[in-house]
Structure formats: C-alpha cells, structure tokens
C-alpha cells in the first residue's frame, strides 16, 4: 500500500467485501477527487463510493462485484452529463495508489511540485519504463501528464545525454493522469501528432469481469485498441500504456492566427451550438 491511499482518503479494498466509505474532511485539492471534478463544480449525482484499490489484484476483485465503476484519475472533467461517474451505487476508482511512487500521481495537487522537478525523476520505477532500443516508453495510467514528462527530461543516457520526450508533450493540463488523457482524447498543441489518444501504440486494459487483456495494439485488436483509446472508461479501466519517445529537443509553440475580441466571442457562441446539438 501506499501513501497515496491515506492522501487522498481512500477506502483501500482490504478483502472481497470490505468497502468502506471515508467522507474527506481536508480542504486540500486532493480532497475531492472522485466527489467533484478538479476544480468543485461538477459533481456527481448518483453520489458512488470512493475508493482505491493498490493492486491488480484488488482491483479485480472490485470490478467482478460491482455493477459500475469509473477510474477517475485526478478528476480532470468537467463532468456536465455524469459521464465520468459511475452509477448509483457503484464506484469511484481513485487510480493513484495503483503507482508504487506516489510523487509521480495525483495524491498531491499538480501545482505544489517543487519548481525543480520532482525528486523521484531519475529514479528506477516500475511506474515508467523506458525502452530506449524501441523509442517507446511504457506507462502506467495512474502517473500524471507532469510527472511522465519530467521523469523523461531527467532519463539522461549515453544514447541520450538530453533525456527524452514526447514527441508532443501534451500538456494542455499537466495534472491530469496519463489514462484520463488517453480516455478522454485530451487534445495537446500539434495538428501533427494529435490528441493524447493518437499517442498509444499499446495498451493493458482490465474488463468488467476483472480478466486484463494484454498487449492491445493495432496489430493484434484493431477494433478495441481503436475504441478504447477514447472510450471514456466504458470498456474496463486502463492498466498502462506504451507510447513513442524522442531524445528531448527545443520546441516552439507558435500561433497562426489572432483573434479580436469580436471574433472570438463569436467562436465561443459556434461552439456552444454545435455542442448543445451533438
């Protein structure tokens, strides 16, 4: 077990039946992971259990009992039509004590990491896993957008004196969890590589009845690899991913366009009609 269960106020699974409901009393961000989303103004109506599992092993227990359940990451959502919410009765998966460091989750809000860096950053980790031969870096989905980053920066070897990188560091938000980007499709800033779900090349995912699938890829489970890249947790809770690294370079964020006030308001008000109408 963790740390990251006792700061988030977690019920941790000790056996098949004993899930208990904690109310958080703190007033810290993390507080109110799995009631509200990120920011307090969404919350979920049909009122599920919070809860953290720190293995797979409990997790699996968990998903064969319970007739609903949502990985809720850092709570990054804004939640209008309970989306991310399980229904009543059911479960919200807090996923941060599934990491082994609970430096690279969102035990602790994203904003009070030390301005260096965070200290587990060149440590060996079974929550990240380079393989500097493929260019690919294999994940696990509780670890944060900030942490995976960081982590890759300070990965400095002699085939890579810089460190490493995502080809697009996706950091719209860099609280949220690595798999709530995936499931989400959390946009980045590149029209060239994508949403966060464009990054997976392979996934472990564990289904309904608590079975994990191994090894999702194009290549072996198109269909599925496709759909639960943006599944929204509906098809089971993602376990880690495998996405593609680069040796860590300068990059440039720049604008093609600049809008007047006017025109923007009148962006935003397009945008509201096309989503009341979706």
Same mark, same amino acid.
């Given at each position: 077990?963790?740390?990251?269960?006792a700061?988030?106020?977690?019920?941790i699974c *000790?056996?098949?039946? #004993?899930?208990e409901?904690? +109310?958080?009393? /703190?007033? !810290?961000?993390?507080?109110?992971?799995?009631? $509200?989303n990120?920011?307090?103004?969404?919350?979920?109506?049909?009122?599920?259990?919070?809860?953290?599992?720190?293995s797979e092993?409990?997790?699996?227990e968990?998903m064969?009992?319970t007739?609903?359940?949502?990985?809720?990451?850092?709570?990054?959502?804004?939640?209008?039509?309970?989306?991310?919410?399980?229904?009543a009765?059911?479960?919200?998966?807090?996923?941060?004590a599934m990491?082994e460091?609970?430096?690279?989750?969102?035990?602790?809000?994203?904003?009070?990491?030390?301005?260096?860096?965070? *200290?587990?950053a060149? #440590?060996?980790?079974?929550? +990240?896993?380079? /393989?500097? !031969?493929?260019?690919?870096v294999?994940?696990? $989905?509780c670890?944060t957008?900030q942490?995976?980053?960081?982590?890759?920066?300070a990965?400095?070897?002699?085939a890579?004196p810089?460190?490493y990188?995502?080809?697009?560091?996706?950091?719209?938000?860099?609280?949220?969890t690595?798999?709530?980007?995936?499931?989400t499709?959390t946009?980045?800033?590149?029209?060239?590589?994508?949403s966060w779900?464009?990054k997976?090349?392979?996934?472990?995912?564990?289904?309904?009845?608590?079975?994990?699938?191994?090894g999702?890829?194009?290549?072996?489970?198109p269909l599925?690899w496709r759909?639960?890249?943006?599944?929204?947790?509906?098809?089971?809770?993602?376990?880690d991913?495998t996405?593609?690294?680069?040796?860590?370079?300068?990059?440039?964020?720049?604008?093609?366009?600049?809008?007047?006030a006017?025109?923007?308001?009148?962006?935003?008000?397009?945008?509201a009609?096309h989503?009341?109408?979706?």
């Amino acid at each position: 077990m963790t740390r990251a269960a006792a700061a988030l106020c977690l019920a941790i699974c *000790a056996g098949a039946d #004993a899930y208990e409901r904690i +109310i958080p009393t /703190d007033q !810290a961000h993390a507080d109110i992971v799995g009631q $509200t989303n990120y920011q307090g103004g969404q919350s979920c109506r049909s009122l599920p259990t919070v809860i953290g599992t720190a293995s797979e092993k409990e997790l699996s227990e968990v998903m064969r009992r319970t007739h609903s359940i949502r990985a809720v990451g850092t709570g990054a959502n804004w939640n209008i039509n309970n989306m991310a919410c399980a229904a009543a009765g059911g479960f919200s998966l807090v996923t941060a004590a599934m990491c082994e460091v609970d430096e690279l989750t969102g035990a602790l809000p994203f904003y009070l990491a030390p301005a260096e860096g965070t *200290a587990t950053a060149t #440590a060996a980790t079974p929550d +990240i896993k380079v /393989d500097e !031969a493929k260019g690919v870096v294999t994940v696990k $989905t509780c670890v944060t957008v900030q942490a995976l980053n960081e982590y890759l920066a300070a990965y400095r070897t002699e085939a890579s004196p810089t460190g490493y990188m995502l080809p697009e560091p996706g950091t719209i938000y860099a609280g949220q969890t690595v798999g709530g980007a995936v499931a989400t499709a959390t946009h980045a800033h590149s029209l060239v590589e994508g949403s966060w779900s464009a990054k997976v090349l392979e996934a472990r995912l564990m289904t309904a009845d608590g079975e994990v699938i191994e090894g999702v890829s194009e290549a072996t489970r198109p269909l599925l690899w496709r759909a639960l890249k943006t599944s929204g947790g509906r098809l089971g809770v993602l376990l880690d991913v495998t996405v593609r690294i680069v040796k860590h370079r300068m990059i440039k964020v720049s604008y093609g366009d600049e809008l007047s006030a006017s025109d923007f308001i009148i962006d935003v008000k397009q945008t509201a009609m096309h989503v009341a109408q979706a």
